[in-house]
């Protein structure tokens, strides 16, 4: 279950959707049953760290799911898969990002108490949440 949200620069107009949560394909699930799927659902550097993790530690966790992150430095939002491994509570691995303009490392984002973002199209200040047009997913 997850929900998304639409963003639209009020200045030129653009609109992006922001997925948030955890949908059919990307759950929580034993890294041995993730292993056996024949779709890669990551990104092929994460798909192979994960391959490999579990060479060497057994009973491994994935969880994943759609967060909103955004660069503080340019107040771009983005939308990712963030994968988090784990072995008995404790955390292995976990997704970074980093922005596509300044390479600085993305934060996640409360979404929901996000007020105004940059737009990535025109660079002003004015990309903002529609609430007419969110909906939920499964
Ligand atoms: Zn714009
Ligand atoms: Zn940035």
Redesign the pocket.
């Known amino acids: 279950m997850g929900h998304t949200y639409t963003y639209r620069?009020?200045?030129?107009?653009?609109e992006e959707h922001f997925n948030q949560g955890h949908g059919y394909l990307v759950h929580s699930q034993p890294v041995t049953e993730y292993l056996k799927q024949r779709t890669k659902l990551f990104h092929y550097k994460t798909h192979n760290l994960v391959k490999q993790l579990s060479k060497k530690v057994k009973n491994l966790y994935l969880k994943a799911g759609f967060q909103v992150y955004k660069c503080h430095k340019c107040k771009i939002l983005y939308d990712k898969i963030e994968v988090i491994i784990f072995n008995h509570e404790k955390v292995i691995h976990k997704s970074e990002f980093r922005c596509n303009k300044c390479r600085t490392r993305l934060r996640l984002t409360n979404i929901h108490r996000l007020k105004k973002a940059t737009?990535?199209?025109?660079?002003?200040k004015?990309?903002q949440i529609d609430h007419q047009h969110q909906h939920l997913w499964d």
């Open positions: 620069c009020e200045h030129c107009g653009y737009c990535p199209k025109c660079d002003h004015t990309f």
